[in-house]
């Protein structure tokens, strides 16, 4: 599929799923995809894989602060989703996925601590995943 050894299939999945194995290598060549699939068929993976490679490429990777190896502290990515609850699920793969690069994720939903929302936002994470009344109030 084109992914850096740190995204190895086997390392985070048995197979990949038809979804994922369609939409990955069109999603690495910059390429839009509209797509549906049943639940646990790999969607969130199937975006996610691909944000984070063209986040690794833009410098970074390794532990630490990315901004050290090239890549300017700043949020990248605006992942909005309509509910909490499925913006929690994407925020915990998109971290799941990032684990061993340095790449950071914030979560920016309501019934959650504003103070505390507010000064992980401060710390330029790349990706942020929002609900939209949220992220803009």
Known sequence: LNLTSRFSPSF???TFEPFKAACIPLALLGRDIA???VTGSGKTA?????LLERLLLLGG???GNGASRGRLPATYVLILEPTRELAAQVH???CA???FTDVRAALAVGGL???AQAADLRTK???VVATPVSFFF
């Open 61 to 63: 990777g390794g532990g």
């Open 92 to 94: 915990s793969m998109v």
């Open 35 to 37: 797509g549906s699939a």
């Open 113 to 115: 601590s504003l103070q």
């Open 46 to 50: 199937a975006f996610a894989l691909p």
């Open 125 to 127: 994470p790349e990706v």
């Open 12 to 14: 985070f999945f048995s």
């Open 97 to 99: 996925l990032a684990q």
